[in-house]
């Protein structure tokens, strides 16, 4: 043992009693609280917006897999180049017509069951339209802050006071 560090003997510990520094252990950077002192930006819960160009990307994509797919199998049969670029060319218009017929743009319901977890702007967006069907479903108005029906007792009950004063 040295500079009283350690164990005083290794005996006995199933270690062999060498000593590391713990360089997994991280020191907080600053001391400032892991909160904001601003109490009224908290009570405003707004979810995370997802990203439209993404959601679109991501759903241009999956039509783009779909085609690619086709042409692959096309290729591993055997078909000349102008019947498999005739036959993509038809698959996507296709797909991009169901799309449109959907709500275009992305603008589909999504369900959160068939997402991954890296799939963060389509859970957003899912999110979304679950609390607004949610907020519908129980007849929340739009408007509705957090808290008012607390509030407009207070001012029930100040005005009462003010009244039996003056």
Known sequence: MSSNVGLSTPRGSG???????????LR????????PR??????????????AEIL????????????????DWLEDEGV?????DAQTDALRKKLLEEEEGK?????????????????????AKAKIEE???LRKALGIRE??????????GEERLREGLKNEQG
Not at 15 to 25: D, F, L, P, R
Not at 80 to 84: R, T, Y
Request: charged share 40%.
């Open 15 to 25: 270690t062999s009693g060498y000593v590391q520094k713990n360089h997994a252990h």
């Open 28 to 35: 907080p950077r600053d001391n400032t609280a892991p909160y």
């Open 38 to 51: 601003d109490w009224d930006a908290l009570k405003k819960h707004k979810p995370r917006q997802p990203d």
């Open 56 to 71: 679109e990307h991501d759903r241009r994509r999956a039509i783009e897999v779909r085609v690619f797919e086709l042409r």
């Open 80 to 84: 000349e180049e102008d019947e498999i």
């Open 103 to 123: 709500g275009g743009k992305g603008k589909g319901r999504t369900d959160a069951r068939g997402l991954k977890s890296h799939q963060v702007h389509e859970l």
């Open 131 to 133: 609390s607004e069907k």
């Open 143 to 152: 408007d509705y802050e957090e808290g008012s029906h607390w509030k407009r």
